[in-house]
């Protein structure tokens, strides 16, 4: 008498219909809320709390993106126009308040890792605007943690916002280019100035061969990381590199 075998194809449709029972027998018990308001939502962030974001408009710095203030040259802000950075522009969704700051920092720091999804369309829909443009993008890179960073998080949030972008636009994701090689105090927790020198010789890259690159990351602040990022890009070979983040900080 032969033993009965377990079959090795399982049915794909029993299994995505026992999926789909587990999942709304979950959204029974732990119904899906917005990270913001904490209503009903499937999306993460509920349509009113997405009207909330305060998305930057056209007045803003030709190169880093910084919304015009008292001390524009012309079109470039007063930091830009004393010294070009490597990268040629970098481009924000919003300011970093209210709203996008809460779920950001739900994303990062409290494993609220479902928010990328949601967070991701934010960037998808700023590009297909037309604020900017990924036509001749040759490979996406987000901005990388340290090893060390990676274990203590479990996930770079860079990398998953990153992901959504390259698959929507069909670009090449590149993940293993661009490298932190330097661990480093958190950044939130440093002055302008203190920035720059923590952050220096953080990152090394494998060569471009002129490649034009879309580097993003979840916050531009003081702009300290995305330039040591892009100097190392450029070191590397890089011919033309853009920034995307989600979100701008500004000074009061």
């Known amino acids: 008498m032969t033993k009965p075998t377990s079959n090795p194809n399982p049915n794909p449709f029993t299994c995505n219909a026992l999926s789909r029972l587990f999942s709304l027998i979950l959204d029974l018990i732990f119904p899906p809320r917005c990270a913001s308001c904490g209503n009903f939502s499937y999306e993460g962030i509920c349509a009113d ?9 056209n007045d803003i710095c030709r190169i880093c993106g910084e919304p015009r ?10 930091d830009c126009h004393k010294l070009r950075p490597p990268f040629i522009c970098a481009r924000s969704v919003a300011i970093y ?4 700051k809460e779920s950001i920092h739900k994303f990062k720091f409290e494993n609220k890792i479902d928010l990328y999804p949601v967070l991701g369309r934010l960037l998808v829909n700023y590009v297909s605007s037309g604020k900017l443009s990924v036509q ?3 490979s ?3 901005v990388p943690l340290s090893i060390k960073r990676i274990h203590e998080r479990g996930y770079n949030q860079s990398e998953l916002l990153a992901r959504v972008v390259a698959d929507h636009f069909s670009l090449k994701m590149e993940v293993n280019l661009l490298k932190k090689i330097k661990e480093i105090k958190p950044q939130f927790k440093l002055e302008r100035e203190e920035r720059l020198s923590n952050i220096k010789g ?11 690159v879309l580097l993003i990351d979840d916050i531009y602040t003081t702009g300290a990381t995305v330039l040591e990022a892009s100097s190392a890009l450029k070191a590397a070979g890089a011919k033309h ?12």
């Open 69 to 78: 203030d008292k001390y524009f040259i012309n079109d470039l802000c007063e």
């Open 202 to 212: 953080a990152f090394s890259c494998s060569p471009l061969e002129g490649k034009n």
């Open 136 to 138: 001749n993008i040759d």
């Open 140 to 142: 996406v890179i987000p």
């Open 97 to 100: 308040e209210g709203v996008l």
């Open 241 to 252: 590199i853009y920034i995307l983040t989600l979100a701008r900080a500004v000074e009061a």
């Open 49 to 57: 709390c997405i009207k909330q974001i305060n998305c930057l408009g």
